[in-house]
């Protein structure tokens, strides 16, 4: 099996499309981290791990919990900017942050595929199915194999 992945670069602005409305944003890997994915390519929702990396001197610092390792779900597509011939990855951190983080460099450990992608009638089917796949990563992340990872030395430490 592919998984773990490692992923990391630093987070890139999007088009600031859907993400905030829905009360999901997602923070968006830069092109050159995804030929790590290309060992799975298929599309759709994945779960696993995240770290924004702590960082002195920042404009806004992030607090230590915002720093430590924290569970996601990603979203991997084709990009139709570049023909869909690249992917895109984007994370939702499942973490309250206080700030913006664009520009920090992130961490993310890919540890499962949760869906493929789906085509969506309604937002309220759309939003339904993200706090699904929210609660199913919650759900596995939980178990003790998965924990582990979170003191993976891929992560900084931030103690
Ligand atoms: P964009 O199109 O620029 O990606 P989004 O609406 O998707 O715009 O917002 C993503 C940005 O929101 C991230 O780059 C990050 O700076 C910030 N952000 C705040 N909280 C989170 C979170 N829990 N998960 C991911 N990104 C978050
Ligand atoms: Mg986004």
Not at 57 to 76: F, I, R
Not at 120 to 144: G, H
Request: proline share 8%; aromatic share 12%.
């Amino acid at each position: 099996p592919p998984f773990p992945i490692q992923l990391s670069g630093p987070v890139q602005r999007g088009f600031g499309r859907g993400g905030k409305d829905l009360g999901c944003p997602t923070a968006n890997l830069p092109d050159e981290s995804l030929p790590a994915m290309s060992t799975v390519t298929k599309t759709g929702v994945y779960y696993g791990f995240a770290q924004i990396t702590p960082r002195a001197n920042a404009d806004h610092a992030l607090s230590k919990e915002e720093t430590s390792v924290l569970p996601m779900v990603m979203s991997l597509g084709w990009n139709p900017f570049y023909k869909n011939e690249r992917m895109t990855a984007e994370i939702h951190i499942l973490h309250e942050f206080k700030s913006d983080f664009y520009g920090y460099d992130m961490k993310a450990l890919v540890l499962g595929y949760i869906r493929p992608e789906l085509d969506y009638t309604s937002r309220e089917a759309l939003v339904d199915d993200i706090n699904m796949d929210k609660q199913v990563a919650l759900n596995s992340l939980d178990r003790p194999a998965y924990q582990t990872y979170t003191s993976d030395p891929f992560f900084a430490s931030n103690t």
